[in-house]
Structures are given as structure tokens and as C-alpha cells.
């Protein structure tokens, strides 16, 4: 017989599962080796969208564009083709090393510019540093919700496939990474469906750090799940 604490122990652990109790409504682990139209879109150039083996299965992987400038947002999305009001979404996802550019795993409110609305992400900028934030859309304009203190130290976020995960209810969002909740908002007024975003982009603030010399540097997308 196990001991009580163990038992309570994996009963946490069970209970603490974000999809628990939830049906499967969409999902995708890119072994067709090609882009299932009828589930998502690019944004940037689609020959950046490549599929590389990860053991035996395939992985999506999103590239940069070496260009000029580098100014740039490549982006696997849902919209228009699935979105949802509340549930949980989650990607196993490989992020860039480098600096000066940034992989993400994101939900977004279906019409982001219209209030209220928010974008609720990961943001990986390199150097085994990953952040769960979200950027809200109000009446009176823009407003970042952070955490207080950093959700820990890694190193091997560019090494190894982690799991990043995002609860949406009625009281809020929850970030999950690796199963482990790092990062809460209460917030109640966003209550418009909201679709999958993964992004590998550059922007003009942070492009003085990236070492053009160091790239390909990529981002892989071993599956995307989303629970209702």
C-alpha cells in the first residue's frame, strides 16, 4: 500500500491538470508533413514554414528571413479558422537561443483592436529566458499585465521541446509551463473568442541584438492542443 502523502501527492498533481475534465476540440502534430490549411495561415513567407524530424515524428519549424533590415513577424495562426470563448491552450515548442529575436506562443482575441480585448502569451527572447505576460486593449488605451518576479531560471529552453500552456476562464488566465502554473490574472471583461498564435519575429527594438552571423537559430512546434 502507498503511503497517504503519496497519494495525496499525485492526487494534487492530478487534480492540478489543466485539461482535466475537458474535451479535446483541436489539435495538431504536424506528421502530415505539410500545412493543414483547414486549421491555420501564415503570415510572413510560407517558405520559412518548414518540418524537420524530431525521434520519428515531424516538427513544424518557423525560420527568419535574412534580409536588409530583418524587420519581420513570421506567424503560424487560427483565426478564421478556429477560435474559442474560454478552455485551455497549449504547444510542446523548442524556442530560439539568440538574442535580438523572439518566439512565442500566444491567444488573441478574435478582433484585438476593438476594447475589450487582450493577447495572452509566452515570449521567449533568447538566452534560456522565457516570460508569461499578456497586453490588454481597455477604454483608456494599452496596459501590460507582468509578473512580479521572474517564474525561474532554465536552461535548455532552446535545447529540449517545453510545453506552454494558457487557461482561460471566467475569472482569468493562468499560464502553465510544463504543467506547473508560473504567472495568474484575474480579469473578467474579456470574454470574446479567441484564437492560436505562434510567432518567430523581429522587431525594430530588437533588432540592435541580433548577431545576423548566429542565425538559422529557429523555432520548432512539436503539436498545439486546445481543450474546451
Known amino acids: ?3 497517504l502523502y503519496l497519494l495525496l501527492w499525485a492526487a494534487a498533481a492530478y487534480a492540478a491538470d489543466p485539461s482535466l475534465g475537458k474535451k479535446l476540440v483541436f489539435s495538431d502534430d504536424f506528421n502530415a508533413g505539410k500545412l493543414d490549411e483547414s486549421k491555420w495561415r501564415v503570415t510572413g513567407g510560407s517558405d520559412l514554414f518548414t518540418f524537420v524530424k524530431v525521434g520519428k515524428e515531424n516538427a513544424l519549424r518557423i525560420g527568419l528571413k535574412v534580409k536588409d533590415d530583418m524587420i519581420q513577424t513570421n506567424m503560424l495562426t487560427s483565426r478564421g479558422k478556429f477560435s474559442q470563448q474560454f478552455g485551455y491552450f497549449e504547444a510542446s515548442m523548442r524556442m530560439n537561443a ?12 478574435d478582433d484585438e483592436k476593438t476594447p475589450p480585448s487582450i493577447t495572452a502569451s509566452f515570449h521567449a527572447t533568447g538566452k534560456e529566458r522565457v516570460s508569461p505576460w499578456a497586453r490588454a486593449v481597455t477604454e483608456t488605451g494599452y496596459q501590460d499585465f507582468r509578473p512580479d518576479k521572474s517564474v525561474g531560471k ?16 471566467e475569472k482569468g488566465f493562468t499560464w502553465f509551463m510544463d504543467g506547473k502554473a508560473v504567472h495568474k490574472l484575474e480579469r473578467k471583461e474579456f470574454v470574446r473568442p479567441m484564437s492560436l498564435a505562434l510567432t518567430h519575429r523581429i522587431e525594430e527594438q530588437d533588432r540592435p541584438r541580433l548577431v545576423v552571423k548566429t542565425l538559422p537559430d529557429d523555432v520548432d512546434i512539436d503539436w498545439v492542443k486546445v481543450w474546451k
Open 154 to 169: 532554465f536552461t535548455d529552453l532552446s535545447k529540449k521541446f517545453h510545453t506552454y500552456g494558457i487557461l482561460w476562464t
Open 1 to 3: 500500500m502507498k503511503p
Open 98 to 109: 539568440g538574442d535580438g529575436h523572439v518566439g512565442t506562443f500566444r491567444i488573441i482575441t
